[in-house]
């Protein structure tokens, strides 16, 4: 079977898909957060993509790297999306390309590799651990699932598959969690029973590279969009 590989095209065309599912999941994200923050979530994600979206052509057109592809990216949502989620995702994408620096194709533990840094940039910009309440409730179970299974037999779509799961599975668990970061620390118990939206946010959009590296999967005969 051809290695799975994917190329900055991929990576252009995942952050358009990710721009129009935030436009879907705005509302939602945004009830959300105001059941335990400032009620913003969704349409500061809106905002932000929409800007990357709008600018992709001319940073396309620079004909920078993957690593300075999502480093331009990052810096476009740390400058528009506001409260916590700008930083934290702008962290992301800025340092996500950090291990492979002049490349304009990766393979699969690559990729992964990627998703990891990305997300130790949220861990060091957020200060938070699991069980405060965060997107790292959501993220920090899906990296120990890459952790685990990348070179444990299982096949490139059942491992982003599970780790997407765990991320999902990791946003459900802070429903009952106590907010110890960010504005919804200040309604401590009046929190539990409200996921935090930065969780659900986070699975969701990890869900985009889960579909385009399915579709990639199915037309390995050209190894890339």
Known sequence: MAELLVGR???VKALKEMQILIEEQRDHLSKLDSEIGDGDHGINLSIGF????????????????????????????????????GPLYGSFFIK???????????????????????????????????RDKTMLDAFLPGVKVLDDELFGGKNEIE???????????????????????????????????????????AWMLMEVFLKGLTEVAKGLTKATY
Not at 57 to 73: M, Q
Not at 108 to 123: L, N, R
Not at 195 to 200: L, T, V, W, Y
Request: some cysteine; charged content about 30%; glycine content about 12%.
């Open 159 to 201: 491992i982003f598959t599970d780790f997407v799961d765990a991320m999902k599975a990791g946003a459900e668990s802070t429903i009952p969690l106590i907010a110890k970061k960010g504005r919804a620390m200040r309604l401590g118990e009046r929190a539990v029973g409200h996921k935090d939206p930065g969780a659900e946010s």
């Open 96 to 130: 996500a390309g950090d291990n492979v620096k002049g490349k304009y194709e990766v393979n699969f533990p690559e990729f992964c590799g990627m998703i990891v840094t990305g997300v130790k940039a949220i861990e060091s910009r957020g200060k938070a651990v699991v």
């Open 9 to 11: 095209d991929f990576f």
């Open 50 to 85: 929409r800007e990357v979206v709008l600018k992709l052509e001319s940073i396309e057109a620079e004909n920078p790297d993957i690593a300075g592809l999502l480093k331009k990216v990052g810096m476009i949502l740390l400058g528009k999306v506001g409260g916590s989620s």
